[in-house]
């Protein structure tokens, strides 16, 4: 018999509590493989926490590398609002910092949205720069300061990068290299997905990895995967069919090139 592990497990936010019992329902004929799913899941949710006593201002909870991390969330705005796909990517992080540390890296967020990536990434050891959009670079800032204050061995950045506009002028090649390009739920319905696949291509040069969570929704998410697919070599690192959510690792797939993860060995 398939048990629901995420009974009496809830979302907070500002926005109204989802019960996930009732949008999450397991197979029967599934049931191995949905364990182990829900098992993950649960794992990845369960760094978020609930605030004792409700105050003035609104945040999210969360704990990664023992620590509390308070996020700010702007609900009038799109890119400012936390999705469950940088939950995600911090627990891989996190999780797996052994094979994929993080300390000393060069590393750039694209969609850095409310930060949360940014901080995980900093409080690792990593010298982050954080971009987003210009409406949402206010809120941005406000997160990364509040949470990577006196306890990051590294200051992060926080900067405005439109995908596919003057990337090559804001980030030249000759004294930007990124080891880790992060980015979660980048890939929605919007107009950039172009712009976007340049930004990565652009960005990612011979010895970067990209480290990417996205949750699928409609059809051209998937399509953009298999484009990002002809520019990259690709692996799946977790499929949470659960949260609607893949995490995947990609490198240039340029002539000759090599998994910089073999060549960093």
Known sequence: ??????????????HPIVDLNRLFVFPVDVCTGAAADAELAEA?????????????????????????????????????????????????LETNRD???????NVIELGAGTGLVTIVASLLGAKVTSTDLPDVLG???????RNTKDRCK???VVTELVWGQGVDKRFPRATHCFDYILAADVVYAHPYLQELMDTFDYLC????QILWAMRFRLDPENSFVDRFRQRFHVE????????????????????????PKDAAE
């Not at 018999?1 to 500002?14: D, E």
């Not at 003035?56 to 023992?66: K, M, Q």
């Not at 799946?236 to 998994?259: C, F, H, Q, T, V």
Request: glycine letters at 6%; charged letters at 20%; aromatic letters at 14%.
């Open 1 to 14: 018999m398939c048990h629901n592990v995420f009974s009496g497990l809830y979302f907070h936010s500002a």
């Open 44 to 92: 990845i949710l369960s760094h978020q926490f609930h605030p004792s006593v409700l105050g003035p201002e609104s945040w999210e909870g969360y704990v990664f590398s023992d620590l509390e991390i308070r996020i700010k969330e702007s609900t009038d705005l799109y890119g400012a609002v936390l999705w469950p796909s940088a939950i995600v990517l911090c627990h891989f």
């Open 99 to 105: 094979e994929y540390n993080l300390m000393d890296k």
């Open 139 to 145: 809120n941005l800032l406000y997160n990364v300061a």
């Open 154 to 156: 590294y200051i992060p």
């Open 205 to 208: 040069q011979g010895n970067t």
């Open 236 to 259: 799946e690192l977790y499929n949470l069919p659960s949260l609607s959510i893949k995490l995947y690792r990609a490198w240039r797939k340029d002539k000759g090139s090599k998994d």
